[in-house]
């Protein structure tokens, strides 16, 4: 009877497959403090976790592909440097980007840098 449910219990997980491994970002800017993130589950210091992990996924932790928002920016050069280093679901992730000033980090990158 026991050795019966060790086999439904590994067959339920090889169907459902293993769940991610988690992931644990550190996410910088410059002039701000590093914040971490972590995703599956969404947590750490990010005020916005959950929205922050969505925004990662669909794009494949690579915030260069995610949608820009629309809003206005003013042409205000004050360069700023966004960063994350970390693991993303077991592989590591380093990306970097200096955009022109923190609206435009913002507009392009959405909830990620919004601390």
């Known amino acids: 009877m026991v050795s019966t449910a060790i086999g439904l219990v590994a067959l ?3 169907l459902v497959g293993a769940p ?4 644990s ?3 910088t800017y410059t002039g701000a403090k590093a914040v ?10 990010h005020p916005q976790p959950a929205q922050a992990c969505a925004a990662l996924r669909r794009a494949k932790a690579d915030p260069g592909k995610l949608k820009p928002g629309d809003s206005l920016c003013i042409l205000l050069y004050k360069p700023v440097t966004a960063r994350i280093a ?3 679901r077991g592989k590591a992730v380093k990306w970097q ?3 022109g000033n923190t609206c ?3 507009r392009a990158t959405g909830v990620l840098f919004d601390f």
């Open 12 to 14: 339920t997980a090889a």
């Open 20 to 23: 991610a491994p988690a992931s």
């Open 25 to 27: 970002l550190s996410l």
């Open 36 to 45: 971490k993130l972590t995703c599956d589950p969404a947590g750490g210091g």
């Open 86 to 88: 970390g693991k993303w």
């Open 97 to 99: 980007h200096t955009y």
């Open 104 to 106: 435009e980090m913002n």
